[in-house]
């Protein structure tokens, strides 16, 4: 923490090399983040490379009350909601998403996990958003749900249900997989 | 991996890295943009007492000047004109019959997509960029098909639409072009507020139009938070069109709004679009007739790149 302490310090005196050492740092954490939230690898590496470029641009201005790692991780989450949200932008374009010119049935990206996890991350996509969100906050990104509660703006109890929740879903998908 | 202890296990395993060319594209970026901040927000801290000061002191008193000065502008200045409403931006709206809508995002130059829509000939030209390659995709309801060309390959498909896309083609039509964020008057939700936007820099980027904002709130989809929308219009003082809109959103607890992405808007006769479908996918179309003819040759390009 201390070393992140230093590190902002440097950068907000324009020290590129301690850019470049943030981003050395935290880029595979991250990106694992966001690639286990979208399921797509061209949008996870476009999240990690604005909340960079953001991080970057905003320094300056940034006083920061927490590790930089929660900083990020939550700035990766806002990019990632920013996604879902905008493709459901708005009402006219709700119909139109899905007929944005003729790719009725895009092709799903496929990510860049090993093969091994490739099932499991297939099977993560398809849990609601809210109950991927906390599983990957908690294992991937090592956060108490006390700490993922604050992110959220949630009660600790929620984000254990959905944590429960999407645990189970997740096992009875997995199972069906493995019956096939 | 039918236990719930072994799936954590594997998922807190899921590591996946970037690659060279990726760490190349974001740090360039990245470092571009601290350059760029760093001229602006670091000089501050380089200045000696006397400069904080004394330059502290000009500012505020210029800040003074400038705040009575626009003050008596706006007392004594003309009555400002009546403002547009949304209902009219609608009426002038549904007595149109083509529209073009370019949509940018705010890191590109060139349209990420072109929309023509046509009422008169009912049909909906896309023109969208994906991945290094071009796709024309062509909606047309007389004739029933959709009609797809690839550049630069030049490839051209044509398919029947089904009654279900062709509903959606015809509904979006009928919704005001897609132009406004809600499809009529009565879904716009409550709380949303309309208003005259004054800021200089935001008048001075489309020359001879009013600019409003539409502001409304929507439940987020992935958690109990509030997200605030911002529909930007630039309207044309004569007709009450859209020239432009600019979408914007911020959750409730952050301060400023986030720019997305915006749209440049005209509009188009009923010949130009012909002639834009015909020198896209040969003189068979532009009418609402299915029949199609050949593929253009290679290099025609599509109409669309002349623009």
Redesign the interface.
């Known amino acids: 923490m201390l070393e992140d302490k230093r590190l902002i310090w440097r ?4 020290d ?1 090399e301690a ?2 050492l943030i ?1 050395e740092k935290y ?2 954490g991250l ?2 983040i966001a ?2 939230l979208l399921h797509d ?1 061209y949008a ?2 476009d999240v ?2 604005d909340v ?10 940034l006083e920061l009350r927490g590790s930089l790692r929660r900083y990020l991780i939550a700035c990766i989450i ?1 990019r990632v ?2 996604k ?3 493709s ?6 709700l ?2 998403a ?7 049935d895009e092709p799903e990206q496929v ?3 090993s093969e091994e ?1 490739q099932s ?2 297939n099977a ?1 996509s398809q849990l609601p ?2 109950q991927r ?1 906390t ?2 906050l908690h ?2 990104g090592g956060m108490k749900f006390k700490e993922i509660a604050n992110m ?3 009660s600790i109890s929620t984000v254990q249900g959905r944590y429960r929740y999407g ?2 879903k ?2 009875t998908i ?2 069906g997989e ?1 019956k096939k | ?4 202890d072994n ?2 296990r ?9 690659s060279a060319r ?2 190349k ?3 360039e ?3 571009a ?6 001229p ?3 000089p501050g ?1 380089e200045r000696n007492i006397w400069q904080t000061v004394v330059m502290g002191r000009v500012v505020e008193l210029a800040a003074i000047a400038a705040v009575i000065l626009i003050a008596f502008a706006l007392f004594f200045r003309a009555p400002a004109a009546k403002a547009v409403t949304l209902r009219q931006i609608y009426e002038a709206l549904e007595k149109v019959r083509n529209v073009c809508t370019s949509s940018f995002t705010t890191d590109k130059e060139e349209p990420s ?1 072109q929309i023509w829509t046509s009422q008169a000939l009912k049909m909906i030209l ?1 023109k ?1 960029r ?1 991945e290094g390659q071009i ?1 024309f ?1 062509l ?1 047309d309801i007389p004739g029933k098909v ?1 009609k ?1 060309k690839y550049l630069p390959s030049g490839s051209v498909q044509t398919v029947s639409a089904s009654t279900e ?1 062709l509903a ?2 015809e ?2 039509m009928s ?2 072009f ?1 132009l ?4 009529n008057l009565s ?1 716009i939700p409550e709380g949303a507020v309309w208003s005259r936007v004054q800021e200089p820099n935001a008048l001075a980027i489309v020359p001879g139009t009013e600019v409003y904002d539409l502001i409304w709130p929507q439940k ?6 509030v ?1 605030f ?1 911002k ?1 930007r219009v630039f309207i044309d003082t004569h007709t009450n069109l859209p020239k432009r809109t600019e ?1 914007y ?1 911020k ?1 409730e ?1 952050q301060g400023d709004y ?1 720019f ?1 992405t915006y749209n440049v808007v005209t509009y188009p006769s009923e010949s130009e679009i012909q002639a834009l479908i015909r020198s896209t996918f040969g003189p068979g179309d532009g009418s609402s007739k299915p029949g199609y003819i050949g593929t253009p040759e290679p290099g025609r390009g599509g109409a669309g790149e002349k623009r």
């Open positions: 950068l907000k005196r324009g590129s850019l470049r981003y880029k595979d990106l694992s690639a286990s690898s996870a590496e990690l490379h960079f470029v953001s991080f970057a641009a905003g320094v300056g201005q806002n909601r920013d879902f949200r905008k459901k932008h708005q009402v006219v374009e119909d139109e899905e007929m944005i010119g003729s790719s009725l990510i860049m996990f996890s499991l991350a993560l958003l809210e969100e599983i990957i294992l991937t959220q703006g949630l645990l189970n997740l096992r997995v199972d493995l | 991996m039918n236990r719930v799936i954590e594997a998922i807190a395993k899921l590591r996946v890295t970037t990726t760490d594209r974001i740090l970026d990245a470092f943009a601290l350059q760029e901040a760093a602006r927000k670091l801290a997509q896309f969208t994906k796709e995709a909606w959709l797809i896309d959606k083609v509904k979006r919704s005001a897609g406004v964020p809600f499809s879904n987020s989809i992935t958690s109990e938070m997200i929308r529909w979408f959103s959750l607890t986030q997305e």
